[in-house]
């Protein structure tokens, strides 16, 4: 069994305390957490596994490093403290741990990370002997290892398009929805995450990605952005009143330009509410998917709907982004002690978790 740790225990973390008890290889070693309010908690309990699994939360980071854990599922958020993120990353591989994590997009595309991302992680891994695996469901899993698979069913393939598709009153993180996408805002509010060359930032790893596993040089990437007011004022369960005028809804597209034409494209169509923008493409339930579009011949089209915690689909998608992370493990521990990507790490079936249920 590889002892693991699930540091944190947001929206991501809870979904991976269960992750990592459900797997037959792991086993969990500690949580920990930053909030006063969860510590002595039961890991159960902050996990929503559904019974108590005998393990306090701590915020004691020196201790459960100094225990030498094998893994260290990194759940803690790096959208606003990406500095942060990398020195406890950092710490966790000086400490000899396998780390996966979502949280430091530069990572995703690990070969064209900037050197002062990349170079501190290296000297990591030769400090201490572990790895870090950074990825997640879009970016991730949604537009690497889905649409490679899926381009592989063609004979002809003109044009692959990755989509996220989602109603983001669904996603239990109004700071990351307000501020960084700027629903809600005047519409002359310039959000961080829609800033120029931000997309390229987050998303332009998984193009590069794609274009190194489909061999084609790519000669740019380029954006598009488009944003629509809502029409009328909209109330929400988990973030309260959005008010007509503002911005209700984002469509913008991430495209690899091969030979002149954009060929591969991560779309993001993103609603505050519905009504917003109705003539833009919708999730065939109206609340989230992600989906492949294989233009070519044949046309394929492949249509990924997750749901969790109550039939969340913003948790849906979370818990995916765990479950590709938490499966890499095992393949981690044999694997040499370095830096990987998607390219690197393979998906593999649920071996020894069919119809498994932890005790």
Known sequence: MIPTVVWGTGNVGRAAVRAVEAHPALTLAAVLVHDPAK??????????????LGLAATDDIAAVLAARPRAVVYAASGDIRP?????????????????????????????????????????????GGGSLFVSGVDPGWGNDVLPLLVSGLGTEVDVIRCQEIFDYSTYEQEESVRQLIGMGHPMDYEPLMLAESVPTMVWGGQIRLMARALDVELDEIRETMDRRALERTVHTRTMGEFAAGTQGAVRFEVQGVVDGEPRIVIEHITRIHPSCAPDWPSPPDGVGAHRVVIEGRP?????????????????GGNATAVGRL??????????????????????????????????
């Open 39 to 52: 510590v002595g908690r039961d890991a159960g309990e902050l996990g929503g596994v559904g019974r108590p």
């Open 83 to 127: 500095d942060d993120a990398l020195a406890d990353i950092g710490r966790a591989i000086r400490a000899g741990a396998v780390v996966v994590t979502p949280s430091l997009y530069p990572l995703y595309d690990q070969r064209n990370a900037p050197p002062e991302l990349r170079d501190p992680v290296l000297a990591a891994v030769a400090e």
């Open 299 to 315: 046309r394929i089209e492949v249509t990924v709907e997750a749901s969790d915690e109550d039939e969340n689909r913003s948790a």
């Open 326 to 359: 938490v499966s890499a493990i095992d393949w981690l521990v044999d694997a040499e002690p370095g830096l990987y990507d998607a390219l690197d790490v393979p998906l593999r079936p649920a071996a020894g978790r069919l119809g498994r249920r932890p005790a």
